[in-house]
């Protein structure tokens, strides 16, 4: 980050001097005031629930202009890297700063297609879940659970070890969240098969039996590619702060990484794209399109406790553009299948329509999100709701370890330890009758 001739002064009411802040600038975005000299100087903290104005790192990995609509990895745009890569460039991509050439995308797909078994005994593990757990719960497990196999990589300090982790991570996550399905559906697991392409091979190990052999559906496997794509990363999120936050303890990063899949189970975070299909389903059993006038209402009011799922954002105040995507690729996916009907999708498309003309969301600048559409795609090639989190995590596990990585990389990141205002009871004597 580069200083900027710009200073920031704090002054104060009651006389005291004014203290004089540096301020940095970085590639593009908001410039930061540095505040970590204030408690020391001033004696008081910042005070910032939520992080609406708090920059918690340095990153050069993905940019969002909220006010543009804007999303960069590593400076490509989002809509680029969609029509014209696949989810292992991408995943080279925010690893590693560049897109792979021919050879090392080569080396870098044969890398991760021979990490994708998981240890035998991962099976058995399995077995202590019920079949009707939630697949998060699951997967939360699975993921801190590969601590106790992989010891041989949980040196943080070691860079080679940083990047056996992160590449053991985005190989297992799809035979985890596979597995975590056919659990649930009381089928065997399927094994990885190492001719198929990365979002192929979790196809197969997602839908194929033991009883025939599993044809993988290219129109199904080009969407599925792309969503991973459009989950990839997404800057410091609630789940990338947990993740960063959580690693620098100096825990291992399967650790690390399973509080990620934690946080982002949250209906405000990534559950959002589960909550958003019930929330069409539920709408769509109730009336559908003639009852959108009345939900809106319900959603307009404060106290009905109803959220518009899918829809607003803590950055975009403007159109998510992986919303956008996402839209895209369904109208191409339910055409492929026959299912342009979709009741789901015209709904949602009714919903989107009534809520951008309407002043309850524009004033507060609330678009469609990734959520919004994600779910119905999903349904449409065949993944069970309940999965869609689960789905974004597996895709997200490329941001979350890279931006663990990034952290680890600097030689002065200190362990994330905030602080409050205690508003509680002062010092006080336990009675001594008690
Ligand atoms: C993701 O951070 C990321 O980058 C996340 C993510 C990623 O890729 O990692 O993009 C993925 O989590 C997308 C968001 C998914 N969540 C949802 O779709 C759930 C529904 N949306 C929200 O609950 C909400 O919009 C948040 C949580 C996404 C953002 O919340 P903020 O920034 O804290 O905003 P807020 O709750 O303070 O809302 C501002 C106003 C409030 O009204 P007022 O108090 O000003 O009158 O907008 C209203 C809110 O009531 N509002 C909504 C709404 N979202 C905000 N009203 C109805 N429906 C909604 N969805």
Known sequence: MQLSDKKATLSFSDGSAPIEFPVYKGTVGPDVIDIRKLYGQTDMFTYDPGFLSTAACESGITYIDGDKGELLYRGYPIDQLAQSCDFLDICYLILNGELPDGNQKQEFDSLVTNHTMVHEQLRIFLQGFRRDAHPMAVLTGLVGALSAFYHDSTDITNPHHRHVSAIRLIAKMPTLVAMAYKHSQGQ??????????????????????????????????????????????????????????????????????????????????????????????????????????????????????????????????????????????????????????????????????????????????????????????????????????????????????????EMLSDPDYKIGRPRQLYTGQQSREVPSKR
Not at 192 to 201: F, I, Q, R, V
Request: hydrophobic residues 40%; charged residues 20%.
């Open 188 to 405: 065997p697991f399927i094994y990885p098969k190492n001719d198929l392409s990365y979002t192929g091979n979790f196809l197969r190990m997602m839908f194929a039996t033991p009883c025939e052999d599993y044809k993988v559906n290219e129109v199904v496997e080009r969407a599925l590619d792309r969503i991973f794509i459009l989950h990839a990363d997404h800057e410091q999120n609630a789940s990338t702060s947990t993740v960063r936050l959580c690693g620098s303890s100096g825990t291992n990063p399967f650790a690390a990484i399973a509080a990620g899949v934690a946080c982002l189970w949250g209906p405000a975070h990534g559950g959002a794209n589960e909550a958003c299909l019930q929330m069409l389903e539920e709408l769509q059993a109730n009336g559908g399109i003639e009852k959108v006038g009345e939900f809106m209402e319900k959603v307009k009011d404060k106290n009905s406790g109803v959220r518009l799922m899918g829809f607003g954002h803590r950055v975009y105040k403007n159109y998510d553009p992986r919303a956008k995507l996402m839209q895209e690729t369904c109208k191409e996916v339910l055409a492929a299948l026959g299912l342009e009907n979709d009741p789901l999708f015209k709904l949602a498309m009714e919903l989107e329509r009534i809520a951008l003309e309407d002043p309850y969301f524009v004033q507060r600048k609330l678009y469609p999100n990734v959520d919004f559409y994600s779910g119905i795609v999903q349904r449409a090639i065949g993944i069970p709701t309940s999965l869609f989190t689960a789905i974004f995590a597996l895709a997200r596990t490329v941001g979350w370890i890279a931006q663990w990585n």
